[in-house]
């Protein structure tokens, strides 16, 4: 049976697959191209959401947790990871699982029973604790997914702050299922469901359920992952360290012994030990050196894999790659817990920047979303040469506008040269669905061109800026 999404409403539609509450019958896809991208179907909802968590924390004075500047750099973070993973990753990782689907499997599962339904919740959810936990507990796994933990601010707009390198290693964690016979198009279903349902606990403004519904609020608290959970798991306190994986079900993390329940007489302090200060789109992708000026930044991998060069013994090597991220040799495997320094009340990295300029980046980023939403929905029907194109528009969008959050000279001419490019995309290329879309599109775009001057000031004075601090630093 194939998915009749445009039977449904589709604001119910969006709402229950941010909740995993679609019904079994919409899992039961036989063909992959009758696969629908479900986690775009599930962002208007999610914005939703975002939007009423704002108005929450605003309300009840808890803005500490929410940033402008950082909900823009999470958007386009899982707008560029979703359009890398869409246009260039996703092939592979389709490749992989259907060859040990065809060769390796030991049973076949139907892929129309509730059976196999069950199965794919349980077995799905079980793979992305493992891969989740191992991200945590092994040193490379650690530089790919370090990216996520990287905002010092909890809201529903972390849940988008992904890594598009984890995908390099993530889809291996998968594989089970498709050894246990699991259809790759049910797969698909139930993995972007998980992901899906993971978007809505990243948030500090919903308090215990117990405390909301009382007895059935300890029961779900006991099953599945909730904010509460979820904020321990981004906390940098001690007793949040590499607790609570679950992205679906917490029974796994109080069954293998990683679950730590939140405390109330503790404020949570989040982001990572060794913070990034930055808001470039693509240094908290692949970069992480503590404390990091605009130039002195590591890549993460490349910096775990020099470590790992820097060790006298082979196996000191391989305990580098896969050990915990902070173990040093003559150490137990994940480190001295007593060398993790206390981060509690960590004072957070802010950028204060003009409103014109934080309207500006605001306005740019928003189209660069709502660019690659268009194409997800449409994604059955995008030309080869569109993806490219696509991703082209967001490499040149994440490049330019991180650097004009971190005030880097280069930004000052790749800026034009990216709205010139994105411009002529979208007037010669079926970019959007609709000529109004693509005349307001084109309208920020020529918009932005007049304003360039200005912002162009802004940024050379930045740059200047920080070439004098990086100065004093050195003398």
């Known amino acids: 049976m194939n998915q009749t999404i445009s039977d449904d409403n589709f604001w119910v539609y969006s709402a229950r697959a941010n909740f995993y509450l679609l019904p079994p019958s919409d899992s039961y896809v036989k063909e992959l191209k009758d696969v629908s991208d479900i986690v775009v179907k599930a962002i208007p909802f999610m914005m939703v959401l975002a939007v009423v968590e704002w108005a929450i924390l605003t309300l009840t004075g808890k803005t500490r947790n929410w940033s402008l500047h950082d909900v823009i750099v999470n958007f386009c973070s899982a707008s560029l990871s979703q359009a890398i993973t869409s246009f260039f990753l996703r092939g592979i990782e389709y ?45 490379l796994g650690w ?57 809505w606990y990243h948030n500090d403004a919903c308090p215990k359920f117990h405390k909301i519904i009382p007895g059935i609020g300890h029961l779900i608290e006991f099953i599945l992952v909730t904010p509460s959970h ?6 940098v306190n001690p007793y949040c360290i590499d607790k609570n994986f679950g992205q679906l079900f917490i029974v796994w993390d109080r069954m293998f012994g990683t679950f730590a329940e939140e405390r109330e007489d503790e404020d949570i302090t989040y982001g990572t030990v060794s913070q990034i200060n930055s808001n470039h789109i693509f240094d908290i992708q692949v970069m992480n050196e503590p ?30 790659l896969f050990y915990g991220p902070g173990w040093a040799p003559g150490t137990p495997r994940f480190g001295n817990p007593e060398d993790i320094p206390d981060m ?22 928003s189209v660069l979303f709502y660019t690659y939403v268009q194409m997800g929905l449409r994604m059955k029907d995008v030309t080869l040469l569109e993806q490219r194109v696509n991703l082209a528009i967001h490499l040149l969008t994440c490049t330019s506008v991180g650097g004009l959050y971190d005030g880097r000279e280069y930004s000052v001419w790749l800026e034009p040269l990216r709205l010139l490019f994105y411009l002529v995309s979208v007037l010669a ?25 200005r912002v162009s000031a802004i940024t050379l004075s930045r740059a200047a800026e920080a070439s004098a601090t990086a100065l004093k630093k050195v003398k």
């Open 429 to 453: 290329l079926p970019i959007f669905s609709t000529l109004q879309e693509t005349a307001v599109v084109a309208g920020v775009c020529l918009v932005s061109l007049l304003t360039w001057p």
């Open 143 to 199: 530089s790919f997914h370090s990216v996520h933990h990287s905002s010092e601010y909890l809201n529903m707009s972390g849940g988008y702050r992904v890594s598009w390198t984890i995908r390099i290693i993530k889809w291996v964690f998968y594989l089970p299922m498709a050894s246990l016979g699991l259809p790759l198009p049910v797969f698909l279903i139930h993995n972007q469901l998980g992901y899906a349902f993971g978007f």
């Open 95 to 139: 490749s992989a699982y259907l060859w040990v689907y065809s060769n390796l499997r030991i049973t076949t599962l139907p892929w129309d029973s509730i059976y196999t339904y069950l199965i794919a919740v349980v077995g799905v959810d079980f793979c992305s604790y493992l891969w989740h936990r191992i991200c945590h507990e092994v040193a």
């Open 230 to 235: 979820h904020r321990v798991h981004h906390g």
């Open 344 to 365: 509690r009340g960590r004072k957070r990295f802010e950028i204060h920047l003009p409103h014109w300029f934080t309207a500006y980046i605001f306005v740019n980023c």
């Open 291 to 320: 404390h990091a000026t605009t130039y002195t930044q590591v890549r993460p991998t490349i910096e775990v894999l020099q470590r790992a060069a820097s060790m006298p013994t082979f196996g000191d090597k391989l305990k580098a």
